[in-house]
C-alpha cells in the first residue's frame, strides 16, 4: 500500500508528501482544462469544425456533463477500489474518447464523444480532490492548486487559439497519459483509522459545524448554481464580443490576460479570511452577478476588460470560500468528494441554458442576464444558511 510507511511507532501522513500532493494538483489541473478553455474551445468548434452557436454549447456542455458523472462515480468508488486502477480508466476513456474525435467529426458523434471524455476527466479529477482533501492542511492544499488553476488558465487561454482543432485532442491526450506516468505517487487507499487519529491530534486548525446533516447538500446546490453562471457566462463570453464587433485580437488578449486574476482573487482571499466565510461569500457573488449582467446591454473594450478581469478574481475567490465552507461542514469529506461533480454539473447545465435563451431569440443580452441571476440565487442560499447558524448559535465565530 501506498501509506503504510510509518517514523519508528508514529503513521505517516502520505497525502502530505510532495509526491503525492503535485499529482494530485496535476490530476486536478489537467481534469479542469475543458473547463477553463471552453471560450477557445467554443470559438474554435465553430471556427474550424463548421459548428453552430448552439450546437458548441451542446458539445461542451456534454463534456462538463460527463465530468460531473465520472466525478459522481469517484466519489462511490473511491473508498472500496483501488484509487490507481480509478485513475487508469478514467484516463483510458480520455484518451480513447479525444482520439475518436479526431476521426469522427458530425454532431451527434463528436457530443456523446465529449460526453465520455468528460466521464473519464471527471473520474480522475474527483480521486484528485480526495488525495487534496485527504492532507493534513487541505486549505493550504485547494490553495495551491488555484494558485496553479489561474496559471494554467493562462496558458492554455494564450496557447488553444494558435493550434488546430486535432492538436488541441492531441494535447488533451498527452496530458492525460502524463497522469498514467506518475501514477505511483498517488495514494491507492484512504487513510485507516491509526492514521487518521495520528491526523487529528497534528492537525493546526480544528473546526466543528454542528450543524444538521443535509447543511453540505445544500452548499453543494449553491456551488452548483455559482457554476452555472460560470458556465453559461465562460463559453459566450467571446462568442458574443465578437458579435458585438470586439476585435478577435483584443478578445483573446483579454482573455489570457483576464486569467492572471484568478492569483488576484486567491491572495485578496486570504486578507479576507480574517472576516469570516460568509461575509465575503455574500458580497463576492453579489459582485458576480452584477460583472456578469452588466455586459447585458452590449459588449465593447472597456466593459469586457473590467467583466471578465473581475470575473477572474472572483471565480478563484468565491472557490475558496466555498470550499472551505463545505469543508468544516463535511469533515469526513465524503460529500467535498463531489465538488468536481457539482462543479462539472453546473457547467452542464449553464452552457446549455444558455444556448436555449439564444435558441430562444433572447441573444446574448438574455444569455448574460439569466447567468448573472443565477449567482445571486446562490447568495441567498447561503444567506438562509447563515440565518439559521445565527438564529441556532451553531459556530458563532465563523458565522459571524
Known sequence: ???????????????????????????????????????VLSTALVAMAG???????????????????????????????????????????????????????????????????????GIFTAVAVVSLGGTTNPVRAFNILLFGFAISTALEL????????????????????????????????????????????????????????YFPIICLVAVCFTYINIGGYYTYIELAALADGVAADWVGAVLTASSVFGVVG???????????????????????????????????????????????????????FQSGMLSYMDRKGSLVALLPSVQGFGQFVGPNVAASALEFGFGYRGVFLVSGAMSIVAMVIYLGIYFYMRRHQSSPAQAA
Open 1 to 39: 500500500m501506498a501509506n503504510d510507511s510509518t517514523e519508528g511507532d508514529t503513521p505517516v501522513i502520505i497525502f502530505d508528501g510532495w509526491r503525492s500532493l503535485i499529482i494530485a494538483i496535476y490530476m486536478a489541473l489537467v481534469g479542469y482544462t475543458v473547463m477553463v478553455s471552453v471560450p
Open 51 to 121: 459548428f453552430t452557436e448552439v450546437q458548441v454549447g451542446r458539445i461542451w456542455g456534454a463534456d462538463l456533463g460527463g465530468f460531473s458523472a465520472g466525478a459522481v462515480l469517484s466519489a462511490f468508488l473511491v473508498a472500496r477500489v483501488n484509487r490507481r486502477k480509478l485513475v487508469l480508466f478514467g484516463v483510458l476513456l480520455s484518451v480513447v474518447s479525444n482520439a475518436s474525435c479526431m476521426v469522427l467529426v458530425d454532431y451527434d458523434q463528436v457530443l456523446w464523444l465529449r460526453a465520455t471524455a468528460g466521464v473519464g476527466s
Open 158 to 213: 494564450h496557447f488553444f487559439p494558435q493550434l488546430e482543432m486535432n492538436q488541441i485532442y492531441l494535447l488533451f491526450i498527452l496530458l492525460a497519459l502524463l497522469c498514467a506516468v506518475a501514477i505511483k505517487w498517488l495514494p491507492s487507499r484512504p487513510l485507516n483509522t491509526e492514521e487518521l487519529a495520528h491526523q487529528k491530534s497534528i492537525e493546526e486548525v480544528a473546526e466543528n459545524w454542528r450543524v444538521p446533516g
Open 266 to 320: 486567491c491572495i485578496i482571499a486570504l486578507f479576507c479570511s480574517r472576516f469570516g466565510l460568509f461575509k465575503p461569500l455574500f458580497c463576492s457573488l453579489l459582485l458576480m452577478g452584477t460583472v456578469v449582467v452588466m455586459l447585458a446591454g452590449g459588449i465593447g473594450k472597456i466593459n469586457i476588460v473590467v467583466s471578465l478581469f473581475a470575473f477572474m478574481a472572483l471565480w478563484t475567490f468565491i472557490d475558496v
